[in-house]
């Protein structure tokens, strides 16, 4: 087998075990406990949580796909077509596992759900980037201005994920 395959394969493994463990996490640890993620994860937690408190619903895999595919679609062509390819993937999975998986309360404890999710959150993004893709969203941003540009803005995503964790 050539290396591309290789590649691929691992590439496809690594999104589909991102995308289980991140949709895992998020409905089981990270939302019980009441918390959010930073970047469009969280932009899409946090609007479910409103729409929640306003007596209606958002769900979470919706929101999380109308915010990643206009702006992936927008940086495509600024950034590696099959990084694109992946990390979309990564979201529509993730999505997809988010509306069908259970939920399953594991503790009773926010803290240990707030640690647990944190740890498998972080894992499930770690994971997609080895398999040469990512979570989307803010990633797609940085990427396209430092294409763009030659700037590099992760202390201005990090700024904006601080944010949205204060509100």
């Known amino acids: 087998m050539d290396i591309r395959k290789k590649k691929t394969i691992i590439s496809f493994g690594a999104v589909i075990i991102s995308a289980l463990v991140m949709a895992f996490a998020t409905k089981n640890l990270v939302r019980p406990a009441g918390t959010i993620s930073g970047g469009f994860m969280g ?96 990633d797609f941003i940085a990427l396209y201005v430092s294409n763009k540009s030659g700037r590099e803005i992760w202390d201005q995503v990090f700024v904006f994920n601080a944010c949205m964790l204060i509100i």
């Open 43 to 138: 932009i899409a937690l946090m609007a479910d949580m409103i729409a929640e408190l306003l007596g209606g619903s958002l769900p979470t895999s919706i929101g999380l796909l109308c915010l990643n595919i206009p702006v992936a679609l927008f940086c495509a062509k600024k950034i590696s077509t099959r990084f694109v390819f992946f990390s979309l993937l990564q979201v529509g999975l993730t999505s997809f596992f988010l509306a069908l998986m259970p939920r399953v309360e594991l503790f009773d404890d926010t803290i240990l759900n707030v640690i647990f999710g944190g740890f498998l959150f972080g894992s499930s993004i770690a994971i997609a980037l080895k398999g040469n893709a990512s979570s989307g969203g803010t």
